[in-house]
């Protein structure tokens, strides 16, 4: 078994990556963010590698996305490079892959021949649509199961047709999905000795965020449509013009919304037919925000959302990425994480959004340059130098 050993609460979990793109190194990205020993598997440059890029390697998406891994070139399509994944399967706990369904059985990488290897195995798949049914073998990226998914539908404002999200909600969320689901598996095979099966798929991912968007058809029959920057059923919730820009604002509850009126020194909001309940508010929407915006335009931006958060009433900015990162709560919460690269030097990833107060995330490894780990990974498994360059002169490594 390898020598190489990570911190982190995963440390002891082998994950043998062969990912690409977006959805599935999301899912991978988790279980390195917590220690994993991570080798990403991808296709030597000889077999048309490039390690599922989808843009520079050295460049940020790639360097965030794929923080925490050593990197293995190899060949599936060549029978050693087969034999050689076989091999690594026996000394891991986790697969992940998101190639098309059709795709890791041609291999000969599927679930069910690496289960025969290692019956520990807890082996995740990302697809588009699923592992069955009639559009499984459709290749699937995220504005499609947007689409598919009802939320380009309720994105938008009202009248200007759909629009997509502007980060790729499916791809992340099937995801971390997926990373849920191993986390799961591995936790019973505690209990049952064996291994499963995990999939997830970018359809069923946007479906099931749809939440009570969706459950609003499914329970009630209602057909939700765009609201643009407003809370979809709750009124007053959304943007609201300043003196000086916009910002957000979100009574939520009764307590809530008095303290907004307060604010506004409207305490007639609170009883005038039109403002005072929840549903009559959302029965007169266009006149209630004309109403409010007629009154928050009188006053600066910080001045409102600072006297709202005062009286207990959700308020905040709307930044751009830059005001983000410079806002004092978010660097309190280091959100952005420094790791060291050979070549990049340090940069700033993106840390995982959860806290754990006795075994934190651990942002130790860079994303890796193709095939920089070859030699020791090759090593931990019995494979000599000798042999090694025998495989790369074979374009199998």
Same mark, same amino acid.
């Given at each position: 078994?390898?020598?190489? %050993?990570? $911190?982190? !609460?995963? *440390? ?5 990556? +062969?990912?690409?793109? &977006?959805? /599935? =190194? ?13 080798? %990403?598997? $991808?296709? !030597?440059? *000889? ?5 599922? +890029?989808?843009?520079? &390697?050295? /460049? =940020? ?17 060549? !029978? ?7 091999? +690594? ?309």
């Amino acid at each position: 078994m390898s020598a190489f %050993k990570r $911190e982190g !609460p995963l *440390s002891h979990i082998r994950v043998i990556d +062969l990912t690409r793109v &977006r959805a /599935g =190194p999301t899912a991978v990205r988790q279980l390195a963010d917590w220690g994993a020993d991570v080798i %990403k598997v $991808e296709a !030597p440059a *000889s077999a048309g590698g490039d390690g599922g +890029l989808g843009g520079p &390697r050295h /460049g =940020p998406d790639f360097q965030n996305l794929h923080r925490g891994k050593r990197s293995l070139t190899l060949n599936l399509k060549q !029978p050693r490079g087969v034999e050689i994944l076989n091999k +690594l399967v026996e000394t891991a706990d986790v697969v992940v892959e998101n190639f098309r369904p059709d795709v890791k059985h041609r291999l000969g990488v599927d679930y069910e021949s690496l289960a025969k290897v290692n019956p520990r195995l807890v082996y995740g798949s990302v697809s588009g649509f699923g592992q069955s049914g009639p559009y499984y073998e459709r290749p699937g990226v995220d504005q499609i199961a947007q689409g598919m998914g009802g939320l380009m539908s309720v994105t938008g404002a009202p009248g200007e047709g759909p629009m997509r999200v502007g980060i790729p909600v499916a791809d992340l969320t099937a995801g971390l999905h997926c990373a849920l689901g191993i986390l799961v598996a591995l936790i019973e095979r505690d209990n049952s000795g064996k291994g499963q099966w995990v999939q997830s798929s970018l359809l069923e991912a946007q479906i099931s965020m749809m939440d009570f968007q969706a459950a609003r058809y499914t329970i009630a029959g209602e057909v939700p449509g765009q609201a643009g920057n407003e809370h979809p059923t709750g009124v007053p919730m959304g943007v609201f013009e300043t003196a000086d820009g916009l910002i957000n604002i979100a009574p939520a509850g009764r307590r809530s919304y008095e303290g907004f009126c307060a604010v506004l020194d409207r305490p007639d909001f609170l009883e005038h037919p039109d403002f005072a309940t929840p549903a009559a508010r959302y029965k007169n929407r266009p006149k209630v925000i004309a109403a409010i915006n007629e009154e928050t335009r009188k006053r600066t931006s910080a001045d409102l959302i600072e006297a709202f958060n005062k009286a207990g009433v959700p308020s905040g900015p709307i930044y751009t990425m830059d005001q983000t990162f410079a806002d004092p709560q978010v660097q309190h919460l280091k959100m952005a994480t420094t790791v060291h690269h050979d070549a990049l030097g340090d940069i700033d990833v993106i840390r995982s959004g959860v806290d754990m107060t006795r075994t934190p995330a651990v942002y130790d490894l860079p994303a890796p340059d193709p095939g920089q780990h070859n030699d020791e990974i090759l090593r931990e498994i019995g494979i000599d130098r000798s042999a090694q360059e025998s495989l790369r002169s074979d374009d199998v490594i």
